[in-house]
């Protein structure tokens, strides 16, 4: 299994960028495909996750970032609007596999925002934003 993103880069603060995560090895339909970011020395931070028509987004990029998937493609994609400074990180995708057992867990009690719930990573994407 191997996720590849791609995209990040340097950008001013209120510009935009699309990520892209392509993903081979595994039945990519059955998976949640998610991003998150990390700032050197803090935790890894959940961004956004994505399965069919569902996603869920973190407070701090409600309104500006969408993600969206092609399942033809395995391809997952993290577009981000109006940049802000404290958006600087290493941007990471992620894959976890359905759990269909344990529905309540990831949707109602947050399971799918914690980086523990993904099987595979990519090795991240810098995305710097200056002010």
């Known amino acids: 299994v191997q996720l590849q993103a791609s995209g990040g880069g340097l950008m001013q603060a209120g510009g935009s960028l699309r990520l892209s995560c392509e993903v081979y090895?595994?039945?990519?339909?059955?998976?949640?495909m998610a991003w998150f970011r990390q700032v050197s020395g803090t935790e890894r931070e959940f961004v956004a996750v994505?399965?069919?028509?569902?996603?869920i987004y973190a407070d701090s990029v409600k309104g500006r970032f969408t993600i969206s998937r092609d399942d033809d493609k395995n391809m997952v994609y993290l577009q981000m609007h109006s940049l802000r400074p404290e958006d600087t990180a290493v941007y990471y995708c992620?894959?976890?596999?359905?759990?269909?057992?344990?529905?309540?867990?990831?949707?109602?009690?947050?399971?799918?925002?914690?980086?523990?719930?993904?099987?595979?990573w990519g090795q991240g994407t810098k995305v710097t934003v200056s002010s």
């Open positions: 992620a894959a976890g596999a359905v759990d269909r057992e344990h529905y309540y867990a990831d949707h109602v009690l947050g399971r799918l925002q914690k980086s523990g719930r993904y099987d595979y």
């Open positions: 090895g595994l039945a990519f339909s059955q998976y949640y």
């Open positions: 994505t399965r069919q028509a569902s996603t």
